[in-house]
């Protein structure tokens, strides 16, 4: 599988804003379901926003009017602007792809390593 690759984490404080790309490189993103994941340390991996390759989204109700998911098709990219950060947004944000809607389960074949965003209060 061609690898994802996340960017654009770091450390900011509470009410401040960040923006995550995540880039699938090698062949163009044909049609994908693609997603956020966020896995906080010592915790469970939960889905935070999903886009499906018609442009429709969802988002978890804990990031709804907060967070922003989108793509660029044309950079092979996707984006999750990010807003009004708390501290218990401080997670690992992994972007993940699929052939098939997986919504927020975590069976999506293709997976990136990671990028940390901690935020304080």
């Known amino acids: 599988q061609v690898p994802l690759v996340e960017s654009g984490g770091g450390s900011v404080q509470a009410g401040g804003s960040l923006n995550l790309s995540c880039t699938k490189s090698?062949?163009?993103?044909?049609?994908?379901?693609m997603a956020w994941f966020l896995q906080p340390q010592g915790g469970e991996r939960e889905g935070v926003a999903t886009i499906d390759p018609d442009g429709a989204t969802t988002y978890a109700d804990s990031v709804k009017g907060r967070f922003i998911i989108s793509k660029d098709n044309t950079k092979n990219s996707i984006y999750l602007h990010m807003t009004s950060l708390k501290p218990e947004d401080t997670a690992a944000y992994y972007c993940?792809?699929?052939?098939?809607?997986?919504?927020?389960?975590?069976?999506?074949?293709?997976w990136g390593q990671g990028t940390q965003v901690t935020v304080s209060s």
């Open positions: 090698g062949c163009t993103l044909r049609p994908s379901f």
């Open positions: 993940a792809a699929s052939q098939y809607r997986r919504g927020f389960q975590s069976t999506y074949a293709t």
